[in-house]
């Protein structure tokens, strides 16, 4: 069982008063919609309350930080929250790994409370947080749908009124993004695991590359520096292993070891947990970690200190995610088959999805990678759709898709299910996207191209360029015009990624 943590000793901080500001007004109804903003509460204790200086700190701690490297995708980052003085250069460290310029639809800053117990976790949707740097907007109305849809989750005002762990976080975002971002402000206030796992479920379909998970903690808390360091690394390996209940052993460990003056190995662990439960069975993932130091490092005293990791989750790169890469044997590609096959006929036929013998997944079949469904009739296509975006694994993608090429393509009328003995399937397995600068990176035949313009977008599979004979030109020019709309030049104002694509069908399966 995880044990129950205390908390650290924490500043004594007031609770605090919000202005009321006018969001939009209905005349009509003479009913006015309020934002009662979430102001800062830990400036000139954390970090420094004037606009300037903490300006200067925050270079200074990027200058200081662990330098980027390079990642097709991150998805996660765990940084510390303590004091900057004692933990802001191994919180920058993560930061710096992100793309400034990267436009995520959401960043979720998953913090856990230090002052309050209550069930689940709470969701800011009153209005924005503040910082002495500004305004951070709040995506108000998917807090609203998560509280709304999910009794897990509510609005608990104490979570939030006074908690630095999520506060801190955000001066981060705010120097490090080049693009405009909105936050979704999670403070957790559980202590068991179930609930832990409740809002894991409720998170999971946004864990993708479209987001950005923030996960607040720091580590051990006030044994000395050796000691730390061996508790830190314990805790480290396991969430590195990507394993939960590794990491809730790892914890208890080292509840177990008597160590003195630890009060905790992770203040943060129901964010953390939160995370694991997410990821654990998502193997296209890296973990990696970027820097590890302890406040004994920052300050010198090393006889009470408390521990900071960096951690990233991050796609793995392009290359080990190549058709030279990703390997599927002839028995997972058969299966697959099957599994898209059986799909359709039980939907078709009772509108359900078939139970999936779990016996038969091997951990192929469960990567997250995006996949099209194609059916063909007599040689001529008679449906396809496909998913870039991997939040589930491969075999139920695989499923959804199956489905939606027999019902949902809207070229071809929905699949009868006495079409279905001459009906033959095909599977392509996709690589993540990856944006070029130039068409020159485009290998005909081996990539395949996605095209982006606001809302518009539009895809030719890898094959398209070989059954066509089109040149490059004319495989953008089709795919701009055929697919995105954005007429037949288009695509020199809308951004290009390729992806790589490893295909086969049953006719392949029986050679």
């Known amino acids: 069982m995880l044990h129950l943590f205390k908390y650290p000793k924490l500043f004594i901080i007031f609770l605090f008063t919000v202005p009321v500001i006018e969001c939009n007004s209905q005349s009509d109804a003479k009913q006015v919609e309020v934002c009662i903003n979430r102001e800062p509460v830990v400036a000139g204790t954390f970090y420094p309350e004037n606009p300037a200086a903490l300006k200067v700190q925050l270079e200074s701690l990027f200058a200081q930080a662990s330098k980027v490297k390079t990642y097709d995708h991150i998805l996660a980052i765990i940084a510390p929250h303590a004091g900057y003085v004692y933990s ?34 709470s969701i800011y949707n009153q209005g924005d947080y503040v910082t002495p740097l500004g305004k951070v907007k709040v995506n108000r109305d998917l807090a609203n749908k998560l509280i709304e849809e999910n009794k897990i989750f509510s609005f608990n005002p104490e979570a ?45 379909p946004y864990f993708n590359e479209r987001n950005l998970f923030v996960i607040s903690t720091d580590f051990s808390h006030y044994p000395d520096y050796e000691n730390a360091i061996l508790a830190d690394k314990k805790t480290g390996e396991a969430i590195l292993s990507n394993l939960a209940n590794r990491l809730i052993d790892a914890i208890n460990e080292n509840a177990s070891a008597n160590i003195e003056n630890l009060v905790t190995s992770m203040c943060g662990w129901p964010a953390v947990l939160t995370l694991l439960n997410i990821t ?15 406040s004994g490092d920052a300050l010198g005293d090393k006889s009470r200190v408390v521990g900071y ?78 998913r870039f975006v991997a939040d589930v694994p491969l075999y139920e993608i695989i499923q959804r898709m199956a489905i939606a090429a027999a019902t949902e ?4 009328p929905v699949v009868e299910m006495d079409e279905m003995n001459n009906i033959d399937l095909e599977i392509s397995v996709l690589t993540p996207l990856k944006k070029i600068e130039s068409i020159d990176e485009i290998e005909m035949g081996k990539h395949g191209i996605y095209i982006k313009k606001g809302f518009a977008t539009g895809t030719f599979l890898p094959k398209v360029a070989l059954q066509t004979g089109w040149t490059k030109e004319e495989f953008l020019g089709y795919c701009a015009r055929n697919k995105v709309g954005i007429g ?4 020199k104002e809308a951004d290009i990624y390729t992806y790589e694509a490893l295909v086969f069908d049953e006719e392949d399966i029986k050679k």
């Not at 955000?170 to 490090?176: E, S, V």
């Not at 392009?318 to 099957?338: A, V």
């Open 88 to 121: 802001g250069k191994v919180a920058a460290s993560a930061y710096n790994q992100i793309d400034a310029d990267k436009e995520y639809e959401n960043i979720f800053v998953i913090a856990s409370s230090h002052r309050t117990l209550f069930k689940g976790a």
């Open 160 to 204: 939030h009124s006074a908690e630095h762990s999520l506060e801190v976080q955000l001066p981060f975002l705010q120097y490090k993004m080049r693009k405009d971002f909105q936050i979704v402000p999670i403070v957790t206030g559980t202590q068991t695991l179930g609930e832990v796992k409740q809002i894991a479920k409720v998170l999971e």
């Open 280 to 294: 654990e069975k998502d193997r296209s993932l890296e973990i990696i970690p970027v820097v590890y130091q302890n």
């Open 309 to 386: 990791h960096a951690i990233v989750f991050a796609k793995k790169k392009l290359s080990n995610m190549s058709e030279n890469q990703f390997i599927l044997t002839i028995d997972e590609k058969e299966e697959l088959l099957k599994i898209a096959r059986q799909t359709i006929n039980e939907y078709l036929t009772s509108g359900k999805y078939p139970k999936i013998d779990q016996s038969v997944i091997t951990p192929a079949m469960e990567s997250r990678c995006g996949a099209f469904v194609s059916l063909h009739k007599e040689g001529a296509l008679r449906g396809c759709i496909g």
């Open 409 to 412: 393509d809207h070229r071809f």
């Open 488 to 491: 037949w030049e288009g695509w």
